[in-house]
C-alpha cells in the first residue's frame, strides 16, 4: 500500500490511548478542583463566619458528635467553653447573665446531625447557616461519586475526633441533688448547714442563703431554728434561716465585710453556769461541730454571756483562730462562703464516735482539754505513782515507808442541795483511811487553770452527784472519779451522767449509794413518806416531781462506817 492510503484500524489506537489519557488526566483535574474549590470556599466561610458570630462547619460538626455522645449517655448536650465562638446570648438579668443558647441554632444543628447521619447518602451536602446556603455550590458536578466518598470520610473523621474530645473533656459531670439546707430530724437538736453565697445579719438574728442563678427558683425557703444544742430549750432565742428565691435575691442586702473563712453561729445561754451544762451542751458539741476544722471558723455567738467567754478562753481560742464575733449586736452584714448554724450534739455529756468527725470519742476530748491547759500527756501515771517512782529513783536503797506519798483524795462539797452536812467527819474518814485531803467548795470565781492543775495533781475525785464532778476532765489516766448517790433510785443518772463517760474516758468509777437514813429526806417526811419509803412512785408522777425531792430538797449524812469499806476499795485501786 502507499504513503497516500488512509490508516488502517491499528493505526489509530495510540490515538485512541493518548485520548484515554488526557480523558483521565481531565477528570483528575475536575475532582481536585472541585476539592480546592470545597476547601476554599470552606476556609472562607470559617473566617467570616468567626468574624459575624456565626459557627463554623467544623463547629457544627463538633457541636454534632457531642449531641451523638450526648444522646448515647442520654445525658443534654454540654455548653461551648469559654473560648469558643458562639452566639450565647448575654443578658444582663439583676447581675447575673443568661447564658441561654440561641433556639433557631439548635434546631438547625440537629438538622445538620440527621443529614449527615445518613452514612449511605449520595448527595451529603452541609449547611452553614441559617439561610440554607450550601458550601458545595462551587461550580463542579453535583453527582461525583468520588468526592462524595472522599467528603464523607472527611466528615466521619471530625466526627470521630469531636466525639474523642466530647468522651475526655466536654461530658458534663454528674451533679449530686441539693441537700435541704436545715436538718430538723435529731431528736437533740436542729442544724443548718449552707455552703456558697452565705450573709448573717445578727440585728436580725438571720442567715441568708443567695442561690446561684442556675438554682434560682420561684419559692423560698424558711427555718426558725434554736442555735444550741437542746432544741426545747423555750428560754433559748431562735435564729431565722432563709434560702431566697429569685425576686427576693435581687433585693438581697450587700456585704459589709466577706470573709474567707467559714462561720459558726450558736448561743451561750441556755442552762450555761452549771459547769455540767458548759460542757454538756456547749462545749462538748462545739467540739464535735468544730474540732475537725483546726481552727479555721469564725464563731458568731447569739446571747453571748461575757463570764463564758472569759472563763473558757482557752478552749474557745484553740476552737477558733478569730474573733468572736457578738451576733446579737452586730449590725452589718457578713458574708461568708460557708455558715453553720446550730451545734452537733450526740447525748448528754457525751460523743458517739460512729457519728462523729474522724470518730472522735470521749477520751479524745479529755485529752484535747488537758492539752489546752497544759497538764501533763496522757502517758504521764497517776500522780501517787509517778511520785513514789520519782522519789525512789532520788533515793535508790531508801525503805519503801520513807519513800511512799499518800494518794491524794480532792473532796468536793457541793454549796447548795446534795451538800454534805457532816463535811469534816468526812474529811476526818478520809484522811483516816490513808488519804490526803484537799477539801474544796468550787465557785464561779475560780480559775479554771488554776483550778484544772489542781485536779491533775489528785488521783480521786470524790463528791456527790452532781456539777462538780465534772472536774474529772482533768484527772489523768486511770485516776478514780467516787461519786456519792443520793437516795431516791438515782443510780441510773449518776451512771448515764458520770459513770459512762468517766469509763470511756480511761478513768476508773467507783460509786456509794447511800441508805435512806443517810439522807436528809428521812428526818424530814419520815421513814414511811413514799419519798423515802417508794421513791419509784415518785418518779413515775414526773421528772419534776422527782428532780424537787432528790435533786433540790435533798442533803446528805454520810454514815462514815459504811462509807469506810470503799474507801478502802479505792486505796486498793490506786496502790495497784
Known amino acids: 500500500m502507499g504513503a497516500d492510503s488512509p490508516p488502517s484500524s491499528s493505526s489509530t489506537a495510540p490515538v485512541a490511548g493518548v485520548g484515554a489519557k488526557n480523558t483521565v488526566k481531565q477528570y483528575h483535574r475536575i475532582v481536585v478542583g472541585f476539592l480546592l474549590g470545597f476547601f476554599v470556599v470552606l476556609v472562607l466561610y470559617t473566617t467570616l463566619s468567626s468574624q459575624f458570630g456565626s459557627r463554623t462547619a467544623i463547629g457544627v460538626l463538633q457541636s454534632l458528635s457531642a449531641v451523638r455522645t450526648d444522646q448515647a449517655t442520654g445525658a443534654a448536650p454540654p455548653l461551648p467553653s469559654s473560648n469558643t465562638p458562639s452566639n450565647l446570648a448575654q443578658e444582663e ?13 439548635e434546631e438547625h444543628i440537629q438538622d445538620d446531625a440527621h443529614r449527615i447521619g445518613k452514612n449511605n447518602q449520595s448527595e451529603a451536602k452541609l449547611d452553614v447557616n441559617n439561610n440554607g446556603q450550601n458550601a458545595e455550590k462551587t461550580g463542579q458536578p453535583a453527582a461525583n461519586d468520588a468526592s462524595d466518598r472522599m467528603e464523607e470520610e472527611l466528615i466521619r473523621q471530625e466526627i470521630d475526633q469531636g466525639s474523642n474530645k466530647n468522651d475526655t473533656i466536654m461530658e458534663p459531670a454528674a451533679t449530686a ?7 430538723l430530724s435529731d431528736p437533740r437538736y436542729d442544724i443548718c448547714e449552707i455552703s456558697g453565697d452565705a450573709r448573717t445579719m445578727g440585728a436580725n438574728r438571720t442567715v441568708l442563703y443567695v442561690p446561684p442563678v442556675g438554682e434560682l427558683g420561684s419559692d423560698g425557703q424558711e427555718w426558725s431554728i434554736r442555735d444550741q444544742s437542746r432544741k426545747h430549750l423555750e428560754f433559748v432565742n431562735k435564729v431565722t434561716v432563709k434560702s431566697l428565691n429569685a425576686s427576693q435575691s435581687l433585693a438581697a442586702p450587700e456585704c459589709t465585710s466577706r470573709h474567707a473563712v467559714r462561720a459558726l453561729v450558736f448561743a451561750m445561754n441556755g442552762l450555761t453556769s452549771n459547769p455540767w451544762h458548759d460542757f454538756s451542751d456547749v462545749l462538748i458539741p462545739l467540739f464535735i461541730t468544730t474540732r475537725a476544722l483546726e481552727g479555721e471558723v469564725q464563731f458568731l455567738v447569739s446571747d453571748l454571756q461575757p463570764w463564758f467567754v472569759d472563763k473558757y478562753r482557752l478552749v474557745l481560742k484553740n476552737l477558733s483562730r478569730y474573733d468572736i464575733i457578738d451576733f ?36 479524745d476530748f479529755r485529752l484535747y482539754i488537758r492539752e489546752i ?7 504521764v501515771s497517776i500522780p501517787y505513782k509517778e511520785a513514789n517512782s520519782n522519789a525512789a529513783a532520788a533515793a535508790p536503797g531508801a525503805p519503801a515507808e520513807q519513800l511512799q506519798r499518800k494518794p491524794r483524795l480532792m473532796l468536793i462539797n457541793r454549796g ?8 469534816p467527819e468526812i474529811v476526818g474518814a478520809v484522811q483516816k483511811a490513808g488519804f490526803e485531803v484537799i477539801p474544796i467548795e468550787p465557785r464561779r470565781d475560780l480559775s479554771v487553770e488554776d483550778f484544772a492543775r489542781t485536779v491533775d495533781s489528785c488521783d480521786v475525785l470524790m463528791g456527790a452527784h452532781g456539777a462538780g464532778l465534772t472536774n474529772f476532765f482533768f484527772l489523768r489516766t486511770n485516776a478514780v472519779m467516787l461519786q456519792v448517790v443520793p437516795w431516791g433510785h438515782m443510780e441510773h443518772p449518776s451512771m448515764a451522767f458520770y ?17 435512806d437514813v443517810e439522807s436528809t429526806l428521812y428526818d424530814k417526811y419520815g421513814k414511811d413518806n413514799p419519798v423515802v419509803s417508794d421513791p419509784e412512785s415518785i418518779h413515775k408522777q414526773g421528772w419534776q416531781l422527782g428532780m424537787r425531792y432528790y435533786w433540790i430538797e435533798q442533803d446528805i449524812r454520810l454514815n462514815v462506817t459504811r462509807f469506810a469499806p470503799t474507801l478502802q476499795k479505792v486505796l486498793q485501786m490506786i496502790r495497784e
Open 177 to 183: 441533688p441539693r441537700k435541704p439546707i436545715c436538718d
Open 416 to 423: 447548795r442541795t446534795r451538800k454534805f452536812v457532816n463535811f
Open 328 to 363: 446579737n449586736q452586730d449590725g452589718g452584714v457578713r458574708c461568708y462562703p460557708h455558715v453553720t448554724v446550730g451545734l452537733r450534739s450526740h447525748r448528754d455529756l457525751g460523743i458517739d464516735p460512729a457519728r462523729a468527725p474522724r470518730n472522735y470519742t470521749m477520751l
Open 373 to 379: 491547759y497544759r497538764l501533763p500527756s496522757a502517758g
Open 93 to 105: 438579668d439583676g447581675g447575673h447573665k443568661n447564658d441561654k443558647p440561641n433556639k433557631t441554632e
Open 499 to 515: 459513770g459512762g463517760p468517766a469509763k470511756e474516758m480511761r478513768l476508773r468509777d467507783v460509786e456509794y449509794s447511800i441508805a
